[in-house]
């Protein structure tokens, strides 16, 4: 979807800033934030990918107004009512006032470390399709618009780039997080120049490196 987060290219946002020695969490709250959506996510009850989605489906005043760990509770708190483990009238209290929806399983703190550490593998295997490109292939992207999740940004459909690696097939993005399966396609890093993405005007030494999906590629024009 072209939501708030896709923001490559646009202008009037200022400088990207990087912290020196920026620490993991700012507040004893992000540190909280991070916890709770990491356990609700091992409920069970969706997807990594329905996450994203529901972070890149805030409206964009929310989205562009609030940081980063606001941004994660706030999608966490629209995928807990959709899942029917609170409601609008309970978050506003502040407390349960009726049973919620009971989660697969739980997330107990002796099993946290081995959590984190094993992450989420979305590798799966190709099922015997060969990929359609190779290291070294010039491929143009799509220009798509879907009304759902997706992982291609605005800035880079249309254009066109050489494949750089080749990753294997992984889970797409853009069914599993809308709970239509996990649909693996082989998945690409793909280098585009600036001057492709940003026009003559761009640093002519700049690259840009995209991991995109099959779906998101076809052969040059």
């Known amino acids: 979807m072209n939501g708030p987060q896709d923001l490559g290219g646009q202008m009037g946002f200022g400088p990207v800033a990087p912290e020196p020695d920026e620490p993991v969490f700012h507040a004893d709250w992000e540190r909280r934030a991070a916890a709770v959506t ?24 929310e989205y562009l107004s609030s940081s980063y760990y606001a ?49 989420s593998p979305y590798a799966r295997d190709p099922g015997g399709l060969a990929p359609a490109f190779t290291v070294g292939h010039p491929v143009r992207t799509r220009v798509i618009h879907p009304r759902g999740h ?27 997080a809308h709970g239509r399966g996990e649909r693996p396609e082989w998945l690409y890093s793909v280098r585009f120049s ?15 490196d995209i991991d995109a999906w099959e779906s998101y590629l076809e052969g040059p024009a």
Do not use: C
């Open 38 to 61: 990491l356990a609700a996510n091992a409920m069970g009850a969706w997807p990594g990918d329905a996450s994203r989605h529901a972070r890149e489906s805030l409206p964009p005043a």
């Open 71 to 119: 941004i994660w509770t706030l999608a966490l708190e629209r995928l807990l009512v959709a899942h029917g483990f609170v409601t609008e009238a309970e978050l506003a209290a502040g407390r349960a006032l009726t049973p919620g929806a009971a989660p697969r399983r739980v997330l107990r703190a002796a099993e946290v470390r081995a959590t984190i550490a094993r992450g």
């Open 150 to 176: 997706t992982r291609l940004p605005r800035y880079a459909r249309g254009k066109q780039g050489t494949v750089e690696r080749v990753h294997g097939a992984h889970v797409l993005p853009d069914s599993n």
């Open 194 to 208: 600036g001057r492709e993405l940003w026009g003559g005007a761009a640093d002519p030494t700049l690259t840009v």
